[in-house]
């Protein structure tokens, strides 16, 4: 199964979208993904895909999973989109580092241990997921934390959205240390297999920041506020706007499909997935294959 | 520590044994983490018999944490150059000692706690940088 969690230490690189279009990508190609995210605040993945209806209900969620006290099979959390399993994120989520910290407590007044970090993969482990799904994409928050530390200690690869500037790139030389925290805290070993560069305007200074950069960079995406407001505006991925929710197609903006397909196929390539039905990258009209 | 590899991290599903398996295991198991910090359970039992109170049983540190940072707050280590490279070789001892993973985190903290209880040592180090010098 391919684990990965995007992530990225500033704000607006596109690490939701990344995620959200690359899930997608691996669904066209017949793959079956399942995406956790993990954001406890508005404008996330759940938001985009517009699965975020119940996140004030008191419902059943991924929250309750993780503290032991789930209302319900993990199977009755999943919302499918344009192909993807999604488990939609939950006003919970806010509280979370209280509740582990809570369940730890009593755990531990009863002498046994409550791995805090380690709770989402037990929780995807008893529901069966590596033997259901083909790829497994967390989408976590920024902030170190438990949401954080979960997202990664279930998926322990990193795809890493990047501004290509000063700024992108110090972050990136930032994430070293801050993975060699993870790594010692988590007691794993985290790889990352991607970096994606978005936003990206071809100025010099830009593919300078690039080369410095050292990890695989298998597409860098442009600037393309209007094509990713879209999405938000239409809560769909990049693939349906384009297909469904613009007048006429854009050349530039089908390359940017085109490049979401193959940047997951890199991934995929990475730990060996043959994707049954991979399409022409870019094409549009490609449908989804369900089983 | 490895640091970031290029490419996958290991398989977090990998050691795919049953939940329950978790309290059978010896601690000594080959893998590490998912299921490390659920396998004490079975160390539970000389905790127990160390502290009958009320009060948490004193399961030992490294297996009561979530993880290194746990209960400790991030300190910036300013170190010199032969400082590091006679830190790396006290792990790398102490690894071959308890043949297993040390980490960097509690090595340094263990090294700090020892220092504190030889300040006569640690001021002749101090002395060495210059500290208590008089100029007459």
């Known amino acids: 199964m391919l684990t990965y969690s995007t992530y990225s230490e500033a704000g607006g690189v596109g690490k939701t979208t990344t995620a959200a279009n690359l899930a997608v990508a691996h669904a066209r190609a017949g793959l079956k993904p399942l995406v956790v995210p993990l954001d406890p605040q508005d404008g996330d993945l759940s938001r985009l895909f517009g699965v975020d209806d119940q996140r004030t209900d008191s419902v059943d969620n991924i929250v309750r999973h993780m503290i032991r006290r789930p209302n319900g099979d993990f199977e009755d959390l999943i919302r499918t989109v344009e192909g993807v399993d999604i488990v939609p994120e939950h006003n919970m989520l806010s509280d979370l580092a209280d509740f582990l910290q809570r369940e730890k407590d009593q755990a531990e007044a009863m002498g046994e241990a409550f791995g805090m970090h380690a709770q989402l993969l037990r929780v995807l482990r008893e529901a069966g997921v590596p033997d259901k799904y083909d790829v497994l994409i967390c989408d976590p928050p920024a902030t170190e934390g438990p949401h954080l530390y979960n997202a990664i200690h279930a998926t322990r690869s990193l795809v890493i959205p990047v501004e290509p500037s000063a700024k992108g790139r110090a972050a990136v030389e930032g994430l070293e240390a801050l993975v060699a925290g993870f790594e010692d805290q988590l007691e794993i070993d985290v790889g990352v297999l991607a970096a994606v560069p978005t936003g990206f305007k071809n100025t010099r200074d830009q593919r300078q920041v690039l080369t410095e950069i050292d990890y695989p960079i298998p597409e860098i995406i442009s600037e393309r506020a209007s094509l990713m407001e879209g999405c938000w505006m239409e809560q769909c991925s990049a693939f349906k706007y384009v297909r469904e929710h613009r007048d006429r197609r854009r050349d530039y903006e089908i390359e940017t499909l085109a490049q979401f397909d193959r940047i997951a196929k890199h991934l995929e390539q990475q730990v060996g997935i043959e994707a049954p039905n991979p399409p022409e990258p870019g094409d549009v009209d490609h449908e989804v294959m369900t089983v | ?136």
């Open chain 2, 1 to 136: 520590m490895t640091g970031m590899k290029k490419g996958a991290g290991e398989n977090p599903f990998a050691d795919d044994s049953s939940p329950e398996s978790k309290t059978d295991t010896a601690p000594e198991a080959e893998e590490p983490a998912p299921e490390q910090a659920e396998e004490t359970d079975s160390n539970q039992g000389e905790g127990a018999d160390e502290k009958q109170s009320r009060q948490q049983i004193q399961i030992p540190y490294k297996f009561r944490r979530d993880g290194v940072q746990d209960g400790r707050d991030r300190v910036p280590l300013f170190l010199q150059k032969e400082t590091k490279v006679a830190e790396r070789d006290a792990l790398r001892e102490f690894e071959d000692r308890f043949e297993e993973n040390v980490s960097l985190t509690d090595l340094r903290e263990a090294l700090m706690k020892v220092g504190l209880q030889h300040l006569d040592e640690t001021e002749e180090c101090l002395e060495q940088w210059g500290y208590g010098m008089t100029f007459d």
